[in-house]
C-alpha cells in the first residue's frame, strides 16, 4: 500500500498570521504520525512565511517516521540541510509572489547545477528527491543526474476540469511508469484532497503521497487525528 506523508506548512501559516506560538506545527506532526503518518513534510521557505528554521530544528528531534524537508537548490538552505540532515529532502522550485508551489522544477536545462547540490546532499546521507511536472523529459533529467526520487506534480490534474482530467491522469499514470522503470522511487503531491485520491491511489508504483493543505482544512473541522484516519483509509482504499 502507498504511504502517507503530511505536510503540516499550513498549520504554522495559522500560526504566522498572529505571529504567535499557536498552533505548533511540532505538535501537529506529532498528532499525525500517533494518527499513523508515515512522515512528515515541511517547506523551509526563503521568505519564512510559514515554517520556522526553529520549527525544523525541533521537528529533526521529534519526528520519529521520515522527516521530508522541501527547498529551493539555493546556498542558503543547502547549509541548512547539511546542519539538519532531514531523511530525506524534495527540491522544488519557489518564487516569492506565488501563494503556493506553482509547478514542477526545470531539470533539463538545470542539470549541472542540480547535480551538483544533489552530490553535496548524498554526500552527507541524505536522500534527495526532485518535484517535477509528470513530463517525460524532466524524469529522464533527474534520472541522469542520480536522484533517489521524484515527486510527481499532481496538482493541474487536480483542479482540472472534468472533461480534461482523464488527460491529465494519463499524464501522471505515464510519468510513474516512466520513472518506474528508470528504477526511481515515485511520491505523487500537490493539491490532492480527499476526492482527487480515489483517482491517484489505483496508480501502480506511486509509493508515497505527499498532503498537507486539504488534511489540515479537514482538521478544522473533525480534528487532525481524524483528518489523518480518514485519508489513510482513502490511500489504503479501506475508504470511499
Do not use: W
Not at 10 to 16: E, F, K
Not at 29 to 57: C, M, N, P, W
Not at 109 to 116: H, M, N, P, S, V
Request: glycine share 6%; charged share 30%.
Amino acid at each position: 500500500m502507498p504511504r502517507l506523508s503530511v505536510n503540516v506548512d499550513h498549520v504554522a501559516t495559522i500560526r504566522q498570521a498572529r505571529r504567535g506560538d499557536i498552533p505548533d506545527p511540532v505538535t501537529a506532526a506529532a498528532i499525525a504520525e500517533l494518527a499513523g503518518a508515515d512522515g512528515i513534510i515541511v517547506h523551509l521557505r526563503e521568505d519564512r512565511r510559514h515554517i520556522q528554521d526553529r520549527d525544523l530544528s525541533i521537528l529533526r528531534k521529534t519526528v520519529k517516521t521520515m522527516l521530508n524537508m522541501e527547498m529551493a537548490a539555493v546556498e542558503e538552505m543547502i547549509r541548512i540541510a547539511l546542519e539538519i540532515k532531514p531523511d530525506m529532502v524534495t527540491l522544488v522550485p519557489e518564487k516569492r509572489e506565488e501563494l503556493t508551489t506553482e509547478g514542477g522544477l526545470e531539470v533539463k536545462l538545470r542539470k549541472k547545477e542540480l547535480k551538483e547540490t544533489v552530490e553535496v546532499l548524498q554526500g552527507s546521507d541524505i536522500m534527495v528527491s526532485l518535484f517535477i511536472n509528470p513530463d517525460s523529459a524532466q524524469i529522464k533529467a533527474a534520472h541522469k543526474i542520480g536522484v533517489d526520487c521524484v515527486e510527481i506534480h499532481t496538482g493541474t490534474f487536480c483542479d482540472a476540469k472534468e472533461e480534461e482530467k482523464d488527460k491529465e491522469l494519463q499524464r501522471i499514470e505515464d510519468a510513474v511508469s516512466i520513472a518506474s522503470k528508470l528504477k526511481l522511487r515515485v511520491h505523487a503531491g500537490h493539491g490532492i484532497d480527499y476526492r482527487s485520491i480515489k483517482d491517484l491511489r489505483d496508480i501502480n508504483n506511486i509509493e508515497e503521497f505527499s498532503i498537507g493543505h486539504s488534511i489540515i482544512a479537514r482538521s478544522v473541522l473533525v480534528g487532525l487525528d481524524q483528518a489523518v484516519r480518514e485519508m489513510i483509509s482513502l490511500v489504503n482504499g479501506k475508504l470511499e
